[in-house]
Protein backbone atom coordinates (compact mmCIF):
# COMPACT_ATOMS: atom_id res chain seq x y z
CA UNK A 1 0.00 0.00 0.00
CA UNK A 2 1.43 3.28 -1.07
CA UNK A 3 -0.09 6.21 0.75
CA UNK A 4 0.47 10.20 -0.96
CA UNK A 5 -0.03 13.46 0.90
CA UNK A 6 -3.64 13.85 -0.87
CA UNK A 7 -4.83 10.95 1.77
CA UNK A 8 -5.04 8.94 -1.53
CA UNK A 9 -3.58 5.39 -0.94
CA UNK A 10 -2.65 3.20 -3.83
CA UNK A 11 -2.27 -0.68 -4.14
CA UNK A 12 0.73 -1.47 -5.99
CA UNK A 13 2.34 -4.78 -6.44
CA UNK A 14 5.76 -3.34 -6.20
CA UNK A 15 7.33 0.15 -5.65
CA UNK A 16 9.07 0.67 -9.11
CA UNK A 17 9.19 2.95 -11.69
CA UNK A 18 6.12 1.02 -14.01
CA UNK A 19 3.94 0.98 -10.92
CA UNK A 20 4.65 4.45 -10.19
CA UNK A 21 4.09 5.89 -13.30
CA UNK A 22 0.65 3.49 -13.92
CA UNK A 23 -0.86 5.22 -11.19
CA UNK A 24 -0.21 8.79 -11.98
CA UNK A 25 2.42 8.77 -9.08
CA UNK A 26 5.09 10.35 -11.39
CA UNK A 27 4.19 12.23 -14.42
CA UNK A 28 7.86 12.13 -16.39
CA UNK A 29 7.89 10.62 -19.88
CA UNK A 30 10.91 7.98 -20.09
CA UNK A 31 12.82 9.31 -22.92
CA UNK A 32 14.53 6.56 -25.32
CA UNK A 33 17.81 7.25 -26.02
CA UNK A 34 19.78 5.14 -28.79
CA UNK A 35 23.11 3.91 -27.23
CA UNK A 36 26.15 2.13 -28.98
CA UNK A 37 26.74 -1.09 -27.43
CA UNK A 38 29.17 -4.11 -28.00
CA UNK A 39 29.39 -7.43 -27.35
CA UNK A 40 32.44 -9.98 -28.63
CA UNK A 41 31.97 -13.60 -29.26
CA UNK A 42 34.28 -16.06 -29.14
CA UNK A 43 34.69 -18.41 -32.42
CA UNK A 44 34.77 -22.07 -32.34
CA UNK A 45 33.98 -25.67 -34.12
CA UNK A 46 30.43 -25.60 -32.80
CA UNK A 47 29.20 -22.13 -34.02
CA UNK A 48 28.20 -22.76 -37.30
CA UNK A 49 25.36 -20.65 -37.41
CA UNK A 50 25.34 -16.32 -37.17
CA UNK A 51 27.71 -14.81 -34.88
CA UNK A 52 25.48 -12.06 -34.59
CA UNK A 53 22.81 -12.18 -31.85
CA UNK A 54 21.56 -8.89 -32.20
CA UNK A 55 19.04 -7.31 -34.86
CA UNK A 56 22.05 -6.01 -36.97
CA UNK A 57 25.83 -4.93 -36.15
CA UNK A 58 27.24 -1.55 -37.65
CA UNK A 59 30.92 -2.55 -37.44
CA UNK A 60 32.99 -5.82 -36.10
CA UNK A 61 35.90 -6.78 -35.55
CA UNK A 62 37.73 -9.90 -35.83
CA UNK A 63 40.42 -10.60 -33.79
CA UNK A 64 42.93 -13.53 -33.52
CA UNK A 65 42.08 -15.22 -36.19
CA UNK A 66 44.06 -18.03 -38.48
CA UNK A 67 45.37 -16.48 -41.68
CA UNK A 68 42.88 -17.67 -44.54
CA UNK A 69 39.89 -18.08 -42.33
CA UNK A 70 36.62 -17.69 -44.15
CA UNK A 71 33.97 -15.67 -43.58
CA UNK A 72 30.37 -15.29 -44.92
CA UNK A 73 29.04 -11.78 -44.10
CA UNK A 74 25.14 -10.45 -45.36
CA UNK A 75 24.10 -7.43 -45.38
CA UNK A 76 20.63 -5.65 -46.43
CA UNK A 77 21.93 -5.64 -49.78
CA UNK A 78 24.80 -8.08 -50.45
CA UNK A 79 26.24 -11.25 -49.66
CA UNK A 80 30.31 -11.45 -49.25
CA UNK A 81 32.90 -13.52 -48.25
CA UNK A 82 35.99 -12.16 -46.44
CA UNK A 83 39.15 -13.97 -45.93
CA UNK A 84 41.11 -13.12 -42.67
CA UNK A 85 45.03 -12.11 -43.87
CA UNK A 86 48.59 -12.17 -42.43
CA UNK A 87 47.84 -10.52 -39.14
CA UNK A 88 44.94 -12.30 -37.90
CA UNK A 89 42.99 -9.42 -37.77
CA UNK A 90 39.79 -7.72 -39.94
CA UNK A 91 37.76 -4.92 -39.41
CA UNK A 92 34.68 -4.12 -41.75
CA UNK A 93 33.86 -0.42 -40.14
CA UNK A 94 30.47 1.67 -40.14
CA UNK A 95 29.74 2.67 -43.65
CA UNK A 96 25.88 2.96 -43.25
CA UNK A 97 25.78 -0.67 -44.03
CA UNK A 98 24.01 -2.89 -41.45
CA UNK A 99 25.36 -6.24 -41.12
CA UNK A 100 23.19 -9.05 -40.49
CA UNK A 101 24.94 -11.96 -39.81
CA UNK A 102 28.31 -13.22 -39.91
CA UNK A 103 29.26 -17.25 -39.85
CA UNK A 104 32.21 -19.10 -40.23
CA UNK A 105 32.96 -21.60 -44.08
CA UNK A 106 32.87 -25.15 -43.70
CA UNK A 107 36.35 -25.16 -44.43
CA UNK A 108 37.19 -22.51 -41.56
CA UNK A 109 34.97 -24.94 -39.32
CA UNK A 110 36.69 -27.93 -40.68
CA UNK A 111 39.74 -25.92 -40.06
CA UNK A 112 38.63 -25.45 -36.15
CA UNK A 113 37.27 -28.87 -35.66
CA UNK A 114 40.79 -30.37 -36.81
CA UNK A 115 43.18 -27.65 -34.75
CA UNK A 116 41.87 -26.92 -31.20
CA UNK A 117 45.34 -26.53 -29.91
CA UNK A 118 45.52 -22.52 -30.41
CA UNK A 119 47.45 -20.40 -28.35
CA UNK A 120 44.63 -17.81 -28.93
CA UNK A 121 40.77 -17.77 -29.01
CA UNK A 122 39.54 -16.36 -32.24
CA UNK A 123 36.37 -13.75 -31.53
CA UNK A 124 34.41 -11.47 -32.94
CA UNK A 125 33.65 -7.48 -31.45
CA UNK A 126 30.34 -6.60 -32.99
CA UNK A 127 28.51 -2.87 -32.36
CA UNK A 128 24.89 -2.19 -32.47
CA UNK A 129 22.26 0.18 -31.20
CA UNK A 130 19.87 -0.30 -28.87
CA UNK A 131 17.36 1.73 -27.72
CA UNK A 132 17.59 2.20 -23.59
CA UNK A 133 15.11 4.13 -21.32
CA UNK A 134 16.33 6.35 -18.76
CA UNK A 135 14.70 8.46 -16.17
CA UNK A 136 18.09 10.11 -15.12
CA UNK A 137 17.61 13.24 -17.69
CA UNK A 138 14.45 13.99 -15.60
CA UNK A 139 16.62 14.93 -11.85
CA UNK A 140 17.24 18.38 -11.65
CA UNK A 141 18.57 18.01 -8.36
CA UNK A 142 20.00 15.58 -5.87
CA UNK A 143 19.91 16.10 -2.06
CA UNK A 144 22.31 13.86 0.42
CA UNK A 145 21.88 12.87 4.06
CA UNK A 146 23.60 11.42 6.38
CA UNK A 147 22.02 9.04 8.55
CA UNK A 148 23.47 8.10 11.27
CA UNK A 149 23.37 4.27 12.34
CA UNK A 150 23.93 1.89 14.75
CA UNK A 151 25.25 -1.36 15.14
CA UNK A 152 25.50 -4.06 17.57
CA UNK A 153 28.22 -6.97 17.14
CA UNK A 154 27.43 -9.98 19.13
CA UNK A 155 24.57 -11.92 21.05
Do not use: W
Not at 12 to 38: G, H, M, Q, S, W
Amino acid sequence: MLHNFSSTAYEIDECNYTNLAKYNIIKTVKPIIKTLRFKTVLVDSTKNKNLIDSNYAVSVRFSDMSPGDEYEVRTENDSFTIVIGATGFYEIADEGTNIYSISPTPKTLEKYAINTMRLKQPSITYSFYEDSTTAFSTISSIEMDDVPAKQFIGA
